[in-house]
């Protein structure tokens, strides 16, 4: 089994920059794709971005791409998720995921592990 604990969420004002970290433990060989997602009150979980371990290869989702930026450090197990140039339209609950095999995906079904979510709100 995998855990997945998320931190860094909070609330921000348009335009400001968030910071999210989520550090997995248990059988860290199973986090070979970590990536976040997000949902709104309402809606669907989304795709926000995902990173490989070994290469570092990198996807995301077509709202955050230029203003969102996912890394990782192996040694510490963690991602990151740094978001800048945040928007109303941002806010919701982040939640981090892992995957064992090897393709980037975007769909949620495709992820095996789950963090338990961390707020962000933008406030306009």
């Known amino acids: 089994q995998v855990q997945l604990v998320e931190s860094g969420g909070g609330t921000v004002q348009a335009g400001d920059s968030l910071r999210l970290s989520c550090t997995a433990s248990?059988?860290?060989?199973?986090?070979?794709?970590m990536g976040w997602f997000r949902q709104a009150p309402g809606k669907e979980r989304e795709f926000v971005a995902a990173?490989?371990?070994?290469?570092?290869?990198?996807d995301y989702g077509d709202s955050v791409k230029g203003r969102f930026t996912i890394s990782r450090d192996n040694a510490k197990n963690t991602v990151y998720l740094q978001m800048n140039t945040l928007k109303p339209d941002d806010t919701a609950v982040y939640y981090c995921a892992a995957k064992s095999t090897i393709a980037l995906r975007r769909s949620p079904s495709e992820y095996d592990y789950w963090g338990q979510g961390t707020q962000v709100t933008v406030s306009s």
């Open positions: 990173m490989t371990r070994s290469l570092g290869t990198t």
């Open positions: 248990g059988r860290t060989q199973s986090t070979y794709i």
